[in-house]
């Protein structure tokens, strides 16, 4: 039963990412090249952003998929190894979408305030 809640929240949470993305965030290329920067972000000692830990977790799963010894549920089990892959797909997806939106606006506070000049 706790199995079928993570798995059903895991996917409300992808669609919910989705669609905000969508409706009012940044597009999806705008994500993927802020990926290199969050990575940069997290590793720098001075203004360091928190991601860390979870740019960590987002490159296991994505090691995880492309893994080959994870070849071997899929021919054990053929169709139904896939639904692993599917869990840890969806979950890399929602991350991202998360993360990468979390960054974005991290970054935006970052920026030095514009200079008003008064006339």
């Known amino acids: 039963m706790a199995k079928k809640l993570g798995r059903t929240a895991a996917f409300v949470a992808l669609w919910r990412q989705l669609r ?18 969050m ?16 740019i ?25 190894g896939l639904l692993d892959d599917a869990m840890v797909g969806s979950w890399l997806a929602g ?8 960054f974005l606006d991290w970054e935006r506070r970052q920026l030095p305030a514009p200079s008003r000049i008064t006339p």
């Open 95 to 102: 991350a991202i979408l998360s993360e990468t939106g979390r």
């Open 20 to 37: 905000t993305a969508r409706r009012d965030g940044p597009g999806f290329g705008t994500r993927l090249r802020a990926i290199p920067r």
């Open 56 to 80: 960590g977790m987002m490159a296991v799963a994505t090691a995880y998929i492309l893994s080959p010894v994870e070849l071997v549920p899929e021919i054990l089990l053929g169709p139904v």
């Open 39 to 54: 990575t940069v972000a997290s590793l720098r000692a001075r203004r360091r952003y928190d991601g860390l830990w979870r």
